[in-house]
């Protein structure tokens, strides 16, 4: 027996997630942001208040509350009875479909924590994410846009010694079948026995776009995520006759919480889920099930706004578009209204927390070309220059942050947390913004070295490492290029070892046979022989993206 094998699982730790000062948590606890209450409480309530009003639909798939309530405590026991219990990871890679949210919740009532990867990750994250964890279980669909899930895990379950189950949703093969785990209740019932999960505990762990060598985790408690969700709810004029497009991936931040899937259910409303992210499918469901609330991300948004033009389908009941994760163009921002008949709402957030939003009422102008303000009173700002210093009013600086719902350090990353916020447990976001008189942010820039692709963010070190990999590669730097409808691509410059000349396209090959997830794979490759340097002998990736924007080649 190696001695991986013979490692057992160490249960998740609060104490590897920095927390709130007492000052502070007492104080948001007084005055009611942080309630009390659990994910898992939150659909029971609705479950109870409003039963058969419908909660989830795909397709043909439509679950009340009632139903999707019972499903989520029938996982409950089919979990408990494979062993997932209290304090253990499970890493869930879904696509968007109801089953999704009957893991997320039958894990919230569990105490158990999903790791929200997403449909698009591969190998490489997936083993980090699961080694990093310690995750007990990988949950996955079997196929997905062609993909083989189930050939994925049997790669991680191989190098994972420690990963105990893999549960399929479909043909499970030999997996268990998430099917064989909706349990009807027995003689002596777990539900009835279940510790309550604690609310300042870590609820959900979301995965950072990152800067650094690899992802990090960001542990948010259910207190603060329902916080956040409940201002996005207000900010957002949810109710229970909302009907919530969700074509983003469900796992991520933005569809999840900022008001997201999450935000519906706390006020009892719908969300109809696609898969599928084209336009036409998108307007089609928004007449069929008179959708009245979608969220996109910018390049798909000019993709609504070309189909819009002459489109046969009625989009009438869709009142409000948010927009965001990456910068939405002011140019693209003017055509919502008089395109899609519906006011658009910019929405600038991040999974470590801080959402702003556009307010409904605020003016054309804020709307278009602002990035919104904090949802929250209690959402401290402040715009730094280099040494940490607040910029005069209207000037250009990084953008800092703490609050109720703004994590106060990533999982078990103490030397990136030391970097990554201030001594006074401010984060620091690595986007450059400018913020105005009236209080609105506008993202102008970013000082961290990550890459927007549409909204996929790309840390450089990250792929840089990859590539690093492959024997023919000296040296590496992955920098942003501007690109039409992506917002951002990326261009990998690369210097090779004398002798051994290398194709870009066997680069790119090297990379996905790795296992690195699709968007990260470099959009264009060039190979040079040196790189510009800084003054203090750094890699200049200003210098680098400079020539990408003055040579403007095709890639
Ligand atoms: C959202 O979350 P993440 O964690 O994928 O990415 C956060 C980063 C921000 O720091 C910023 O660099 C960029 O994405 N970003 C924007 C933006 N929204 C996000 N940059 C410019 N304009 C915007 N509107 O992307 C996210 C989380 C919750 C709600 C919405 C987006």
Redesign the pocket.
């Known amino acids: 027996m190696t001695v991986v094998e013979q490692a057992s699982l160490t249960k998740f730790d609060e104490r590897d997630c920095p927390k709130w000062p007492q000052a502070r948590a007492d104080y948001y606890r007084q005055v009611g942001y942080w309630q009390g209450i659990t994910l898992g409480e939150v659909l029971k309530k609705q479950a109870q208040q409003l039963p058969h009003h419908e909660a989830l639909i795909i397709g043909q798939d439509r679950w009340t509350y009632q139903v999707f309530d019972q499903k989520v405590d029938q996982l409950v026991r089919g979990f408990h009875q494979l062993g997932i219990q209290d304090r253990d990871v499970v890493v869930v890679q879904l696509p968007n479909i109801n089953e999704f949210f009957a893991v997320c919740f039958a894990l919230f009532r569990l105490g158990a924590i999903p790791v929200m990867a997403l449909p698009a990750h591969r190998r490489i994250e997936i083993r980090y994410f699961c080694q990093f964890t310690q995750a007990k279980a990988y949950i996955i669909a079997d196929k997905y846009f062609g993909f083989d899930y189930c050939q994925l895990a049997r790669e991680i379950k191989a190098e994972v010694a420690l990963l105990k189950h893999v549960i399929v949703i479909g043909d499970s093969q030999e997996f268990t079948a998430l099917s064989d785990l909706y349990l009807e209740p027995e003689k002596n019932d777990i539900l009835a026995v279940l510790t309550r999960p604690n609310p300042s505990h870590t609820a959900l762990l979301?995965v950072?776009?990152g800067t650094t060598g690899m992802p990090k985790f960001?542990p948010r408690t259910h207190d603060d995520y329902l916080y956040s969700v409940k201002v996005s709810t207000e900010v957002c004029a949810l109710s229970s006759h909302s009907i919530y497009l969700c074509s983003l991936p469900v796992a991520?931040?933005?569809s999840l919480?900022?008001p997201?899937t999450l935000g519906v259910f706390y006020v009892g409303g719908k969300v109809v889920l696609t898969k599928d992210t084209s336009p036409e499918t998108a307007f089609s469901l928004i007449e069929q099930e008179q959708v009245t609330i979608a969220?996109l991300?910018?390049p798909t948004t000019l993709l609504w706004l070309d189909a819009a033009k002459n489109t046969a389908y009625d989009l009438s009941s869709l009142q409000v578009l948010?927009?965001?994760?990456?910068?939405?163009s002011a140019e693209a921002a003017k055509q919502v209204k008089p395109v899609l008949g519906c006011q658009l709402q910019?929405?600038?957030?991040?999974?470590?927390g801080l959402?702003?939003y556009t307010l409904l009422t605020d003016s054309e102008d804020i709307c278009i070309h602002t990035?919104?303000k904090p949802m929250s009173p209690a959402d401290e700002i402040r715009v730094v220059d280099e040494e940490d210093n607040p910029v005069l009013p209207g000037e250009v600086g990084q953008?800092q942050t703490r609050g109720p719902y703004t994590i106060c350090g990533y999982y078990k990353a103490p030397q990136h947390n030391a970097k990554a916020f201030t001594a006074d447990g401010f984060y620091c976001?690595?986007?450059e913004v400018k913020l105005t008189e009236s209080g609105y942010l506008m993202?102008v820039g970013?000082i961290?070295d990550?890459i927007?692709r549409g909204?996929?963010?790309i840390a450089a070190e990250e792929v840089e490492n990859q590539l690093l990999a492959h024997p023919a590669v000296h040296d590496v730097a992955l920098v942003a290029m501007p690109d039409e409808i992506l917002g951002e691509a990326s261009c990998a410059f690369v210097i090779c070892h004398p002798d051994q000349p290398i194709k870009a396209m066997v680069l790119k090959r090297f990379l996905r046979e790795r296992g690195l997830a699709g968007y990260k794979i470099p959009d264009r490759i060039e190979f040079v022989n040196t790189f510009p340097k800084t003054a203090v002998g750094k890699v200049n990736k200003k210098a680098l993206r400079n020539c990408l924007i003055k040579t403007a080649i095709n890639y």
């Open positions: 979301q950072s776009g960001i991520h931040n933005f919480s900022s997201g969220a991300v910018p948010q927009v965001g994760g990456a910068k939405f910019q929405v600038f957030g991040m999974a470590e959402v702003n990035q919104g953008l976001t690595g986007d993202v970013r961290k990550q927007n909204g996929e963010k």
